[in-house]
């Protein structure tokens, strides 16, 4: 994870931490924080190695990249939603002449274990693991789970010798996570395709999608949606609010609309039952992020020193649009039919622009 300097709460690449837990009776070795140094993966292809291993390491690497802008360094830690998004940033940062993740300064980002899961995997050779993680800016260890927030992290390993490396990493609010069903050594519980949820597991991509479509072009808050999701002072985590473009800052003369089309992924996502029958998803959302000039006007797109916003696209005058593409990898809470009362909601969210924007000179024409 990267340090944000687009208007989302990004982090610096910690480990996603989060998963969704409170897994209650389910916390690892004795819910200690620092005891989980003695459980082991036992699940069928993972070796004997602990979860809190597996997350030191990857903490460590984490912050090596971050602190280099180090593209090769971080994609042995990661790959994916979490890889594209932090790829982008680095190489953002490096081009408003910043030297780590943090600008001109750099302040390591602690991560401690909290609880892991076991996901299976049927058509691949090792399973996933979904942990959270109390994490910190901080050079005191001891201070990194004094926070409201958590990682939620999904941990792929793809070859005997390759590393763990995160795929997805919403950061998210220690109080909205549900508690996960699990079973012997930590395994998971992956829903059925016929769970009795509120929005069936197979339609939730979409539903979001259209959610956030709504929201980004006509401001209105539904599906679930809740207000609090959308606020940049956000202690957590938050999505962008597009009324006020993060990318393009225009003159007050220059009007300028913005608004964003939302497409679910392909089939792309990790589940696990909640203890009361629910789910718990996280999944990635592509989103076009498109700004426009008003009636034969146009804007102006520049480059500012040390603001890597602005180098999304080369400078250029006379814009009528710019399109910018980003991903939103978020994770949401689904209820079972029986709390029909509660809707799904996000509970966390994790998001960034990807390189390939592309810009229109013309000015448009009168209607």
């Not at 799904?344 to 390189?355: E, F, N, T």
Request: proline share 7%; glycine share 6%; charged share 15%.
């Amino acid at each position: 994870m990267t340090t944000s300097h687009l208007g989302s709460p990004h982090r610096s690449k910690v480990l996603f931490p989060a998963t969704l837990i409170s897994l209650g009776a389910w916390c690892l070795a004795a819910c200690g924080q620092t005891s989980s140094t003695s459980v082991t993966l036992t699940a069928t292809n993972v070796g004997q190695r602990s979860f809190s291993g597996i997350v030191d390491k990857y903490s460590k690497a984490n912050n090596r990249a971050n602190e280099t802008l180090s593209v090769a360094r971080q994609n042995d830690d990661e790959q994916g939603t979490a890889a594209a998004i932090d790829d982008t940033d680095f190489h953002l940062s490096r081009e408003a002449g910043y030297q780590t993740a943090q600008g001109t300064s750099y302040q390591p980002f602690y991560e401690e274990l909290d609880r892991a899961v076991v996901i299976d995997s049927p058509k691949k050779p090792y399973p996933k693991l979904l942990v959270t993680v109390d994490a910190q800016y901080t050079n005191d260890p001891t201070t990194a789970n004094n926070s409201a927030c958590r990682f939620l992290g999904v941990f792929a390993k793809n070859s005997p010798h390759a590393p763990w490396r995160v795929t997805d990493e919403p950061t998210v609010t220690k109080s909205l996570l549900p508690a996960v069903k699990v079973t012997d050594h930590n395994q998971g519980l992956v829903p059925s395709q016929s769970a009795n949820l509120a929005i069936p597991l197979t339609r939730l991509p979409k539903y979001y999608a259209l959610a956030l479509t709504t929201y980004f072009q006509q401001g209105i808050v539904s599906r679930g949606l809740k207000q609090a999701d959308f606020s940049t002072s956000a202690k957590c985590w938050s999505l962008p609010q597009l009324s006020t473009n993060p990318y393009v800052s225009p003159s007050s003369s220059q009007q300028l609309a913005t608004s964003a089309t939302v497409t679910a992924p392909s089939p792309h996502m990790v589940a696990l039952t909640t203890a009361n029958g629910g789910a718990l998803a996280v999944f990635t959302l592509h989103v076009d992020l498109i700004s426009s000039s008003g009636k034969n006007a146009a804007f102006t797109w520049s480059h500012r020193a040390t603001d890597p916003d602005s180098y999304l696209l080369p400078a250029a005058t006379g814009l009528h649009n710019i399109q910018i593409p980003l991903l939103f990898d978020i994770a949401v809470y689904d209820p079972p039919v029986a709390m029909s009362k509660l809707a799904p909601r996000v509970v966390g969210s994790y998001w960034g622009p990807l390189l390939g924007g592309t810009e229109a000179h013309q000015a448009p024409l009168d209607a």
